[in-house]
């Protein structure tokens, strides 16, 4: 993927200029220079995203100081720099104003909200998902729901933006905190009543959702992932409660399906009510499934004073009902009614979900499914969704990311070793580490849980989904983790396009499957 390719900064087509004298005022800045008559009208920590207009922060980084970015800054026309001392150091006398701010991170969501009007009382509802698996997903569904109730809605998620009906493709799960205001400046100049967020763990670590409070969060489960960034599971737990604080939101749903439920309910500094999928779980609100097929999952959500809510997701398993259950309690504890959510999506919730157990197979031939999930517990309760549905053998395509969390990669191999019929392993993005020798690890690992499994390794991956349809027949079902929604893969610090929805389907027709 270019740098042109790169999905743009959105921001609101107007703003309201704000005076950089207010401005500093406002949080109580030292200014050096004349701020006279200088109009603020948006805000960049990134010279690439930089506009006329902006206020510049310069912050320092891991490998540099923001600071020494200040000349490109005012050749791109920023009126004033916010930074520390060190970066007033750095950049000296300049023809904008200086602001100095001690460890500007932590505000910049607040700075950020100022510039762009995003305060109490002219906000849309928000909603917050956080949690290692589910949290696409739930939001999806959160933003369908609203849909069907007939609000004008929002979503940022790590497949997509969406801002009453656009859409556009992301660039990271919870964008940074400037980007976040921009974008709910926008959805606000739209007319979107209610916008759903996924949060990851690094998002909170990273302070990107600062400067908003959430009128609903919610939790969806905890499981090994992301463990290069945090020591070990209690401290990725950790980084998720911020979200479940009174400075962050108003109220919060936990769901108790992970072991992790049940602290994050005791922790939790704001009223929340539970939610399971489990028998047994003793919790507020409980999903049950009716029907499972190929296209569509049913399911029952009942809850306090005889609540009986029941639709279904155009998704496979039980854990996508549970996600789907999650969004509608969520939806309650905001102030919808039970009667009116029940009443919309009784036909069923309206949802596409790009790369989440899609279905990308057609009438005949074996059922192709492509999903984005990449940790042992979202192989785990995919595997299990697809053998439900499936009359034939399960085969199952997947390979790992290089330079991230390498020690996941033999629990992955082991769960997809004993939840399939047959295995092929192929490359996900290898980035800067060797694509063999983390096949070798998937392969040595698949081995050693289930001797005499049916086991491939092939490479590239497009030769790899081409291998799994040549082996299966009508009734099989092949299941391709990892790539999900993606549209490219990172090959070197490259990014290479490629589509997995893509290349299933013409693998399919290559095979003379529809």
């Not at 920023?78 to 970066?87: E, F, L, M, P, S």
Request: glycine share 8%.
């Amino acid at each position: 993927m270019t740098k042109e390719q790169i999905p743009p900064i959105l921001r609101p087509d107007r703003v309201k200029p704000v005076s950089v004298e207010v401005f500093a005022k406002e949080f109580d800045l030292p200014i050096r220079g004349n701020a006279e008559s200088l109009q603020i009208t948006g805000i960049s920590m990134n010279t690439a995203d930089l506009r006329p207009g902006d206020l510049f922060v310069a912050m320092p980084g891991k490998k540099t100081h923001g600071a020494n970015f200040a000349q490109k800054a005012l050749e791109l026309g920023c009126v004033a720099i916010v930074t520390d001392q060190t970066g007033s150091e750095i950049i000296g006398d300049v023809r904008v104003p200086v602001l100095l701010l001690e460890q500007p991170r932590k505000k910049l969501g607040e700075l950020a909200a100022f510039v762009y009007g995003n305060v109490a009382g002219n906000m849309p509802k928000l909603f917050a998902t956080t949690g290692t698996n589910g949290k696409t997903s739930t939001s999806y569904l959160l933003e369908a729901i609203l849909r069907q109730l007939g609000e004008t809605t929002g979503l940022t998620s790590t497949a997509e933006r969406h801002i009453a009906g656009e859409v556009i493709v992301s660039r990271l799960t919870t964008p940074e905190s400037p980007e976040m205001q921009a974008l709910i400046a926008r959805m606000r100049e739209r007319g979107v009543t209610s916008v759903a967020v996924e949060v990851s763990a690094q998002a909170l670590s990273q302070l990107r959702v600062d400067g908003l409070h959430f009128d609903v969060v919610g939790f969806t489960n905890l499981s090994h992932d992301h463990l290069d960034d945090y020591k070990d599971m209690q401290e990725y737990l950790e980084a998720k409660l911020p979200l479940f604080t009174k400075a962050r939101a108003t109220r919060g749903v936990v769901c108790l399906d992970s072991k992790y439920g049940l602290e994050v309910k005791q922790k939790s500094e704001i009223p929340v009510v539970t939610i399971t999928s489990e028998l047994g779980v003793n919790a507020d609100w409980h999903v049950a499934i009716t029907a499972e097929t190929p296209k569509y999952t049913s399911f029952v959500l009942a809850g306090p004073e005889g609540v009986n809510i029941r639709s279904r997701v155009p998704l496979l398993g039980a854990h996508m009902a549970a996600n789907a259950g999650l969004a509608i309690v969520m939806l309650i504890e905001a102030g919808f009614s039970a009667e009116k959510i029940s009443a919309a999506i009784s036909g069923g919730i309206d949802a596409y979900l790009p790369g989440r157990t899609e279905r990308v197979s057609g009438e005949n031939g074996p059922n192709v499914y492509v999903d984005f999930g990449h940790s042992p517990d979202a192989f785990l309760n995919t595997l299990a969704a697809v053998r439900q549905v499936t009359d034939g053998r399960v085969f199952m395509v997947f390979g790992a990311d290089g330079d991230r969390d390498a020690s996941k990669r033999p629990a992955m191999a082991q769960v997809a070793a004993e939840g399939s019929d047959v295995l092929i392993i192929t490359d996900h993005h290898p980035r800067f580490e060797d694509p063999a020798s983390i096949r070798k690890t998937l392969v040595e690992a698949a081995k050693a849980a289930r001797p005499g499994l049916e086991i491939y390794e092939v490479s590239p991956p497009e030769a790899a989904i081409r291998k799994a349809v040549s082996l299966a027949k009508p009734g099989d079902a092949i299941l391709w983790a990892g790539p999900g929604h993606q549209d490219y893969r990172d090959i070197r610090g490259v990014r290479t396009p490629y589509s997995a929805r893509h290349e299933a389907r013409e693998a399919l027709r290559e095979n003379g499957w529809s």
